[in-house]
């Protein structure tokens, strides 16, 4: 059983950019994707971005791509979200989750992400 725990989260300005960091533990992770999800007050958890550990296959949300990018440090195991050009709107809690790599359906897939982590709050100030 994977167990992450999320930080990096903080208090920024619009355009102001900030990382997220999850590091992950429990077994080896070579089987899995790792993603980011958020959920801002009153609203669900929607998915934000996801990557598949070994080959490093990138997933994004329409509202991710283009300004965060997704990572990994394999020796490390560690999840990076790098967020650049913070909206208002990003304002949420943000989670780690982990999933078997990817195949079949994809909202079914996106839809199974489990293990979360406890999440980091990002608030973006206008």
């Known amino acids: 059983q994977v167990q992450l725990v999320e930080s990096g989260g903080g208090l920024v300005q619009a355009g102001d950019s900030l990382r997220l960091s999850c590091a992950a533990s429990?077994?080896?992770?070579?089987?899995?994707?790792l993603g980011w999800f958020r959920q801002a007050p009153g609203r669900e958890r929607e998915f934000v971005a996801a990557?598949?550990?070994?080959?490093?296959?990138?997933y994004y949300s329409n509202s991710a791509q283009g300004r965060f990018t997704i990572s990994r440090d394999n020796a490390r195991n560690t999840l990076n979200l790098q967020m650049n050009g913070l909206k208002p709107e990003d304002t949420a809690v943000y989670y780690c989750?982990?999933?078997?790599?990817?195949?079949?359906?994809?909202?079914?897939?996106?839809?199974?992400?489990?293990?979360w982590g406890q999440g980091t709050q990002v608030t973006v100030s206008s």
């Open positions: 989750a982990a999933n078997r790599l990817y195949s079949g359906d994809y909202y079914q897939w996106i839809a199974s992400f489990g293990s």
């Open positions: 429990g077994g080896t992770l070579d089987y899995y994707a």
């Open positions: 990557i598949s550990w070994i080959i490093g296959t990138t």
